[in-house]
């Protein structure tokens, strides 16, 4: 079957029931395209489906039901491995991923079986470290870092290897703000400089502002599928869609009980900050806006 050039990935029709859960399917009938270069969330509840999709573009899943093509080829047992080359994963748990006894081997170990020149293996290796932000850390045991760092150098193997394709299963959500937001800045140049595909599954509203496009996943079906203004414009919605109340919602609604109006529609912090000090301007304390680092 040859893909039309203009998705990276195709799904039709998925379905995929795991042996012990009698009739109920974790995924039921679902298509959707990717285009390349585009940066696509996926979001749902809790068992909604998200992980298990992920788990199916990887050929992680014998599905039953429905196709997957990535980059031209169409996934079945036989092209398992060129599908997977073209794939990076990274998880939520970061602990669960890392091979290495350091987070330099950490970083080669995808490359060794690729049979690169040893100098071409360091090299790679000590630029996807750099790229990452994690040189000094080259020759520390992975388990003996912190929850943004170990991510980081999950980010440094996927430098190294260059997929086309970026997968984040949650791969934030351990993550304090400020580690979630260094990521997330990581991972949009990445996407920027290198055209990565990017699939983003997440509760959280910020990274999926990120996206080009939302897709709603639940009880195994797609339900839902729009650029992320329409799907914030959905208020209260949204919980029900699996994503977190945004910090900014929870600031408006506290707001608006002490009778000031907020802006309506999804905020991002930085919308909502600028519209306080511009509030606060307007008063007669004339307020210092603090600059950011
Ligand atoms: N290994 C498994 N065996 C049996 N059922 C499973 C297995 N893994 C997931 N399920 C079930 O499949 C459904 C979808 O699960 P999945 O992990 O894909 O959801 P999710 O949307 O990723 O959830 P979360 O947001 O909690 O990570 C759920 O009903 C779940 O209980």
Redesign the pocket.
């Known amino acids: 079957m040859t893909q039309r050039m203009e998705n990276i990935i195709e799904v039709h029709n998925l379905a995929y029931r ?4 009698e009739q ?1 399917a ?1 995924l039921d009938g679902v298509s959707f395209d990717v285009h390349p270069g585009e940066w696509l969330a996926i979001v ?10 992920a788990k199916a573009l990887d050929g992680l899943l014998p599905f039953t039901q429905g196709t997957v093509t990535v980059g031209s080829i169409v996934l079945t047992p036989e092209t398992v491995w060129q599908v997977r080359a073209q794939i990076g994963m990274i998880f939520q748990n970061p602990d669960n991923q890392f091979v290495g006894a350091t987070v330099e081997d950490d970083v080669a170990f995808g490359l060794e079986n690729r049979q690169l020149p040893r100098d071409e293996m360091r090299t790679r290796v000590a630029a996807a470290l750099e790229r990452v932000g994690m040189t000094k850390f080259a020759n520390r045991a992975p388990s003996s870092l912190s929850g943004g760092q170990k991510q980081r150098v999950a980010l440094a193997g996927i430098v190294a290897m260059a997929p086309k394709i970026l997968i984040l299963d ?1 791969a934030t959500s351990m993550l304090d703000p400020q580690g979630r937001q260094a990521m997330l800045a990581l991972v949009r140049e990445l996407h920027r400089e290198q055209h990565l595909t990017v699939i983003s ?1 997440t ?1 959280d509203i910020d990274e999926a502002a990120n996206a080009n496009r939302i897709l709603v ?1 639940d009880d ?1 079906h797609l339900i839902e599928e729009d650029v992320p203004a329409a799907i914030f414009a959905q208020g209260e919605r949204l919980m029900d869609m ?1 994503l977190d109340v945004p910090f900014t919602a929870k600031l408006a609604a506290a707001l608006q009980q002490r009778g000031i109006t907020p802006p309506t529609g999804y905020q991002t912090t930085q919308e909502m900050e600028e519209w306080l000090w511009q509030s606060l301007s307007n008063t007669s304390a004339t307020p210092t806006k603090p600059t950011h680092p």
Do not use: F
């Open positions: 795991y042996p012990d859960a109920h974790a749902g509840h809790n068992g909604s489906g998200k992980s298990t999709l949650e599954i509760h996943i195994g699996g």
